[in-house]
């Protein structure tokens, strides 16, 4: 994510002042340092406030300053909500810990900076990809396998037509998409005897690596009771984007794919089970990439989404 500084708070201006008081008071030396701001490029106002002269960082999300598309939510339902899931996820896996909300300060969610290299940064220059991915497989393995609850399947469909609903598809191709859908719904493939907890928002830049660890972020629209292959659909349809883009061609990706699919796999008889469901998330992945496009780019990802989903008929 670019950032770029926009402004330093001074002793005096409140938010800095509850800040340095209430929310990383035994972090720091210097109870009178001023705070630099830098802003980040994201769906809300995302802002970095480092405390001059400490070496310390905080993330702040103001989810009452939405910057996206979506303007019609609850932002107090928003912050608490990731608040409640960032909690949960930190008991199991490594993430930007919470350390504070506040309603009054347009619904502030203050976490930790992790400072480091994101995902996508090793993705862009494909340095160390294989250890990079394999790293975050092991992560998501952990979160999905220490947070099992019931499944709850419909919602994997529902939400699946909202994605669809959003691109607004000819007639044809929405009712092609349908039928597939109900292929695989009738099928067994995506049933399951528990759901989990999973991230859902699986970008590259949601992963940071500090001291070769790596950390998740932005839990805002993390779900329960759910299905654990959607994050690994996810991801692996931005790894298919993004080497199709910028890369020669999105089958490029795949020894990355299969490496991370392994990695996250417990054996073969699991690798082979998750490969037979992956195709569904995916194209989901991929129907999500296309609402970011237009044009010629944006057919393409509709196109290779309804080929995943059509793995149904081809023995998947």
Known sequence: MANSHVNTLNPGDPFRDWLVEEVVANRIRDKKCCVNVFKYNSSHTVCRYQFKGEHFSVMAKFFA??????????????????????????????????????????????????????????????????????????????????????????????????????????????????????????????????????????????????????????????????????DLGVLTAELKNEFELHKGGGWKAEPYIGNFLWEYSRGEKDFYSITGILPFFMSIGLLRSARLHQGDYRNYLINEARECLGAIYRGN
């Open 65 to 230: 300053e939405p910057t996206g598309k979506l303007k019609a939510y609850n932002p107090y339902k928003g912050m608490m909500n990731e608040y409640r899931n960032l909690k949960k996820a930190a008991s199991i896996i490594n993430v930007a810990k919470p350390l504070a909300v506040r309603k009054d300060f347009n619904c502030v969610l203050v976490t930790e900076h992790i400072p480091g290299k994101s995902l996508g940064w090793y993705l862009k220059r494909e340095e160390d990809l294989y250890g990079r991915l394999s790293a975050v497989a092991h992560m998501l393995r952990n979160l999905h396998d220490n947070t099992k609850s019931s499944y709850n399947k419909e919602n994997e469909f529902r939400n699946f037509h909202d994605v669809l609903d959003h691109l607004k598809l000819d007639y044809g191709t929405r009712e092609t998409f349908n039928k597939l859908l109900g292929e695989w719904w009738y099928s067994s493939l995506l049933d399951r005897d528990h759901g989990c907890m999973v991230h859902r928002d699986v970008t590259p830049s949601n992963y940071i690596f500090c001291k070769e660890k790596p950390y998740a972020i932005d839990f805002e629209s993390s779900w329960f009771e759910a299905h654990p292959i959607r």
